[in-house]
């Protein structure tokens, strides 16, 4: 039987991978830090070994350093997954037989595939197209899936729900399922129960606070057949299912015609494309207080575009990140910071939605016409309801509502920028 040691710091990833992994027939370990790899490397003499590169690098190197001078260890292949790793860390790499490093959020399809190639071994991925994503908002669950119910994307959401839920301390989970650019048959009920079961389970949501978005018929009749899932609305638009969520039912139907044109666009979306980092779900570190040190030693020199017209806002968000290493850009409107992105990179963007001249809808536009597709949260305020609405639609996933507070600034961050899956 193959075997692979882990040294990863997130243990839902842990969790996650040691059950794939077992259920396809290899044997894992697991080492808690770099020493304890050193030690278990020799004692259980692994096929592969699986490194998170943070939070610790330097004990990384220093492990793969003595895996070198072992003759039992030395050419035994290693993935690494990381962050970000400048040129310089790659070559440093080269020498101890890193066989693949994964950026993170890891591509999940491309990951298993090699696995198996390394061990030589079938492991069984489900091929059918899904794309599964989570994010949450207004401490609202928003899981979007499309394209198809994928098994293995649909068991990488019990574990991403369950990371954001204890990061964001949700105490009354509130859901929305958007089933987009999907169209279900009879052949799909076990994954919809499938999905159904992971949600309820992993959120601990009640039935009436899930909400479907879906114009798909077979996914309405599964819902109202199933007694189980009763309580669980089966909706059209988007904005319902937020005012529903947020403050109750809409009584005065004065919505109606324009929440239905926008829940009919997002639902019927044509230029979903299965990009692998779409496709990859993102899970956290472990279950713990956040801090700025770990923060810093996950993510390392980020560069942070900030495009708002008030100067309070851009000073609120720098003094968010002021104890981290994070480099911090300031823009006063949309046209100032479509200037930059020619010749700056950067790894994150807080947008506001209304500016004066080029506001945030035209900037989302101008990045999309130019394929620029790092992470943006957008900032509005809260009576800009039809304005988060129509960012969604363009295909923003996360968003703030002012006035901002400092440590949603940088939860929203970490759910973004440290991720894993």
Do not use: W
């Not at 319902?240 to 809409?250: Q, W």
């Amino acid at each position: 039987m193959k075997q692979v040691l882990l040294l990863i710091e997130s243990h839902l990833f842990r969790e996650y991978l040691n059950l794939k992994l077992e259920t396809n027939g290899i044997d894992v370990g697991i080492a808690n830090n770099p020493m304890d790899a050193v030690s278990k490397m020799r004692s259980l003499a692994p096929d592969l070994l699986i490194l998170d590169y943070e939070p610790d690098p330097k004990g990384i190197m220093d492990m793969l350093k003595q895996k070198k001078l072992d003759v039992n260890s030395a050419n035994t292949p290693v993935i690494i997954l990381a962050q970000k790793l400048e040129q310089k860390q790659l070559l440093e790499l080269v020498p101890y037989d890193v066989k693949k490093v994964f950026n993170k959020p890891v591509k999940v399809d491309a990951f298993f595939i090699t696995l198996s190639e390394i061990l030589r071994v079938p492991i069984n991925i489900d091929k059918n197209p899904g794309i599964v994503e989570v994010h949450i908002n207004e401490n609202i669950i928003f899981v979007e899936i499309a394209q198809g119910l994928n098994r293995d994307k649909l068991d990488l959401l019990r574990y991403k729900i369950s990371e954001l839920t204890n990061l964001y301390k949700i105490r009354l989970p509130k859901v929305i399922i958007m089933l987009s650019d999907i169209k279900l048959g009879i052949s799909d009920a076990p994954n919809m129960q499938k999905l159904l079961n992971t949600v309820i389970e992993s959120s601990n949501a009640k039935p009436g606070n899930i909400r479907i978005l879906t114009k798909d018929d077979f996914a309405r009749q599964y819902v109202n057949s199933q007694k189980e899932y009763s309580g669980i609305k089966v909706v059209t638009n988007l904005q319902f299912a937020m005012d529903d969520l947020v403050s109750g039912p809409d009584k005065g139907g004065q919505y109606a015609e324009k929440a239905e044109l926008i829940g009919d666009k997002i639902l019927k979306a044509k230029n979903i494309e299965e990009d692998e980092d779409e496709m990859a779900l993102r899970f956290q570190a472990e279950e713990r207080k956040i801090s700025f040190e770990l923060f810093n030693l996950s993510v390392k020199n980020l560069r942070i575009a900030v495009v708002d017209d008030d100067f309070v806002i851009q000073e609120l968000i720098k003094q968010t990140f002021g104890k981290t290493d994070c480099q911090i850009y300031t823009y006063s409107d949309g046209d100032e910071f479509l200037a930059s992105v020619d010749t700056e990179e950067f790894d994150l963007a807080f947008l506001d939605l209304m500016m004066p001249r080029v506001d945030g809808f035209e900037v989302l536009r101008a990045l999309q016409a130019r394929n620029i597709s790092y992470p943006v949260i957008v900032l509005s305020a809260i009576s800009q309801r039809d304005a988060m609405i129509k960012a969604i639609q363009m295909g923003v996933k996360s968003y703030l509502v002012k006035p901002l507070k400092p440590e949603d600034i940088f939860v929203k961050s970490i759910e973004i920028l440290k991720a894993n899956f």
